[in-house]
Nanobody
Framework: VQLQASGGGLVQAGGSLGLSCAAS????????MGWYRQAPGKQRELVAR???????NYADSVKGRFTISRGNAKNTVYLQMNSLKPEDTAVYYC?????????WGQGTLVTVSS
């Protein structure tokens, strides 16, 4: 049972990055999925969430710039990040919200240079 995130890296402000998170060992289609991030010295915060039916919600700070989506056939959740800002720099984590627990991925670092 695991979530494997990928796609982080270094990008200039205004650029774009796409993150992927592949799930294994869970019934992916029934899980609500989320992307979170944690910047140095700060608490982990919700970035975007998508439920099993495809409804989404976003943190105010990323609305209009980030898009979360899911591909149930590939057991994968995606986060497309556009118009990136230096304040988006953080370790990004995906999460699968089960009925009684949360499964976390290992995190992928996104660095946005000014």
């Amino acid at each position: 049972v695991q979530l494997q995130a990928s796609g982080g890296g270094l990008v200039q402000a205004g650029g774009s990055l796409g993150l992927s998170c592949a799930a294994s060992g869970i019934i992916f289609s029934t899980n609500n999925m989320g992307w979170y991030r944690q910047a140095p010295g700060k608490q982990r915060e919700l970035v975007a969430r998508i439920n099993s039916g495809g409804s989404t919600n976003y943190a105010d700070s990323v609305k209009g710039r980030f898009t979360i989506s899911r591909g149930n056939a590939k057991n994968t959740v995606y986060l497309q990040m556009n118009s990136l800002k230096p304040e988006d720099t953080a370790v990004y984590y995906c999460a699968a919200h089960g009925v009684a627990s949360v499964l976390w991925g290992q995190g992928t670092l996104v660095t946005v240079s000014s």
